[in-house]
């Protein structure tokens, strides 16, 4: 049997999401940091977005998992590690486009280089920092009066 | 310095002890912060408030737990064990962050007092900041790490304790009064907060941490800058006990009984 290829190894964590944002791939979110192959070993490294998450031990058990059903006979390591710190610069395009899509504002550079999910408009306010999980902030559009979460850079 | 990896951290007995003293200096702090965090749940003045503070004490747990995981890999026990089975006399957290968030308790009526918890938090905040931006010039490769990492999501809990500090600052009166009276409270407090404990001159030495003066200055600085921008008068600092020696106070005793109750029931379950 051949070699998986490190795309087709991409292709297959598509399927993983993390739960706290459910419509993300862990691909799309940057989250996958290397992938190595050696013989019928397939190590993969993953970084967490903030340590504290919790979803972290849940997203190996599935990357694991998943793996392993569509791989038999590769011996697969997953873990998560520091030796590369996430950064929200490692989010995708698409993953851009789908945290929009789900009502999440992607991460701008700064905290004040937000957009409202909704309506697009950038006249927005910081109501707080924290918001429902570790890595989002809460806004109000002051445009279409409404509520939003966004990604916090890091 | 060459840069050494855990294993070559362990293979030098006076440095892997050392950096055991800081390690378990962060991680203690941050697990004892994480526990008067969630104190505050259903508690805090408003319920976006409610959330944030939530997710600022998970992070705190999170932070403790990456260091327990490093103490773990020094050999110095499980890092489950670490976190909910040592009694207050091994515990190396500053004792101003074991005292309660105010008067009563979490079930029994709580009478809490946000602006100490907030000025208590921003002090813990800017100390912890100062030991990982010392710790970026650590040869201890997964210590320098971890530290660039912490960093990121610490100077988000700095930007939210200003911001309430400011806001507080903002309005005379009750508001200003009782930032002011939480400023000095936590003065009467804080004296061990930036103290080393024992291991000072090994973490020069063994370059785990290069310069603990430089971190020190660093914080007494931004403190009082900040301060100075409130205006806010800088509090005298006292040390009535020094828990990076092992001395604490009822309050940790009472805290760490109640946060391990369950994990003692059956400390080999898996979770």
């Known amino acids: 049997m051949e070699n998986p290829t490190p795309e087709t190894i991409e292709g297959l964590l598509q399927a993983v999401h993390d739960p706290e944002i459910p419509s993300v791939s862990i691909v799309d979110l940057g989250m996958v940091g290397s992938v190595e192959m050696a013989g019928d070993v397939l190590n993969v490294s993953l970084l967490p977005t903030f340590v504290g998450c919790p979803a972290q031990r849940l997203i190996e058990a599935q990357v694991a998992a998943r793996l392993s059903k569509a791989l038999p006979g590769y011996h697969i390591g997953v873990r998560f590690n520091l030796t590369e710190a996430w950064s929200s610069t490692r989010i995708s395009e698409a993953g851009r486009k789908a945290l929009r899509a789900a009502g999440i504002a992607p991460p701008g550079r700064t905290l004040d280089e937000v957009a409202c999910p909704f309506c697009g408009s950038a006249n927005a306010v910081l109501e707080n920092l924290f918001a429902s999980t570790s890595c989002r902030s809460l806004y109000y559009c002051k445009q279409c009066r409404n509520p939003f979460e966004a990604f916090k850079p890091l | 310095m060459v840069p050494w990896s855990i294993e070559e951290l362990k293979r030098e007995s006076g440095a892997r002890a050392a950096a055991g003293e800081l390690l378990f200096q962060l991680a203690d702090d941050d697990f004892i912060m994480g526990y008067r965090d969630q104190e505050w749940l259903g508690l805090a003045p408003h319920i976006e408030e409610d959330v944030a503070f939530g997710s600022i004490g998970q992070e705190e747990i999170g932070h403790a737990a990456l260091y327990y995981r490093l103490l773990e890999e020094l050999g110095f026990g499980r890092a489950d064990d670490l976190a909910s089975l040592r009694p207050a006399e091994e515990r190396r957290n500053a004792v101003l962050l074991e005292q309660p968030n105010g008067t009563g308790d979490y079930l029994d009526n709580p009478h809490f007092d946000w ?65 002011a009276s939480a400023v000095a409270h936590v003065g009467e407090w804080a004296g061990d907060l930036t103290e080393w404990g ?65 994990y003692r029931l059956d400390p080999l379950a898996q979770w």
């Open chain 2, 198 to 262: 024992p291991a000072r001159k090994d973490l020069i030495e063994w370059g785990i941490l290069p310069d603990p003066d430089g971190v020190k200055a660093q914080f007494r600085h931004q403190l009082e800058a900040f301060l100075t921008v409130l205006d806010v008068s800088v509090p005298t600092i006292r040390m009535p006990f020094n828990g990076r020696e092992g001395q604490h106070t009822k309050a940790l005793t009472k805290a760490l009984e109640h946060l391990s109750e369950v």
């Open chain 2, 115 to 179: 602006a100490w918890t907030i000025v208590r938090h921003y002090c813990h905040d800017l100390w912890e900041i100062a030991r990982l931006e010392g710790l970026r010039g650590s040869r201890v490769t997964p210590m320098r790490e971890a530290a660039e990492k912490i960093l990121g999501e610490k100077r988000y809990h700095r930007a939210h304790q200003e911001l309430w500090m400011r806001t507080m600052a903002s309005r005379n009166g009750e508001s200003r009064e009782r930032l």
